[in-house]
């Protein structure tokens, strides 16, 4: 069975532009979420989502970030403007609704902004 | 304010030794807690997990225990292989798991031959 999917897997950018990243969740699953890993603050929690109604955003760190679900097999996550305090590496994580909330990660995007 | 706290950031065990990695945490409403792996440009997986009602959990080589009066658990390894060497994330949920996990920074564990 195919995992989580994100991409790209790597985008360096300049200070300003659009960032868009796509996820692609484990089929079934009702849940999705989007974490950022940073050296200094480790996996944070942005914004998930229930059956693709946003739920908690309270993590996404300011307007220039948006997150969007339109429907059960696609998400993305947007920077606009990105700023060089974005350089993080950006995880989608799906589940399907368990006790222990257990999660399953895709790969990761790795963004550099310059 | 970090709930989940891993206060090493690094741990170098030798192979065939017993490995423990710890985690401490605040909120007492955390009714699950779980440990994944990283490796290097791939995403965390899951590892083994323990529910707040236990004190210890056990898969094969790893072994989660719980202290809850100390706001403690802990992950043991035994015996210790190379392929262990990784990052380990602590990490804990309560509401069910329908609101995500919180994690620890993790900690870097390296196997020595």
């Known amino acids: 069975d195919a995992g989580v999917i994100q991409s790209p897997r790597h985008e360096v950018t300049e200070m300003g532009q659009e960032v868009t990243l796509r996820c692609k969740p484990i089929?079934?699953?009702?849940?999705l979420f989007w974490y950022r890993q940073t050296m200094m603050r480790g996996l944070e929690l942005l914004i998930y989502?229930?059956?693709?109604?946003?739920?908690?955003d309270s993590g996404m760190p300011e307007d220039r970030f948006s997150a969007k679900m339109p429907n059960a097999s696609f998400s993305t996550l947007k920077i606009q403007p990105s700023e060089p305090r974005d350089s993080a590496v950006y995880f989608c994580?799906?589940?399907?609704?368990?006790?222990?909330?257990?999660?399953?990660f895709g790969e990761g995007s790795r963004l550099t902004v310059l | 304010d970090q709930q989940v706290k891993q206060n090493s950031p690094s741990l170098s065990v030798q192979e065939g030794r017993i490995s423990i990695l710890n985690c401490d945490y605040t909120?007492?409403?955390?009714?699950?807690f779980l440990w994944y792996k990283k490796y290097p440009a791939e995403g965390p997986t899951f590892l083994i997990s323990?529910?707040?009602?236990?004190d210890k959990n056990e898969d094969g080589r790893f072994t989660v225990f719980l202290n809850k009066s100390a706001k403690h658990l802990s992950l043991h390894i035994v015996p210790s292989q190379p392929g262990d060497s990784a990052v380990y994330f602590c990490?804990?949920?309560?509401?069910?798991?329908?609101?995500?996990?919180?994690f620890g920074k993790g900690t870097h564990l390296i196997i020595q031959p």
């Open positions: 994580a799906s589940s399907p609704w368990t006790g222990s909330g257990e999660l399953f």
């Open positions: 089929s079934g699953h009702d849940y």
């Open positions: 989502f229930n059956n693709n109604v946003p739920i908690d």
């Open positions: 909120n007492s409403m955390f009714d699950y």
């Open positions: 323990i529910s707040s009602i236990k």
């Open positions: 990490a804990a949920n309560s509401g069910g798991g329908a609101d995500g996990l919180t």
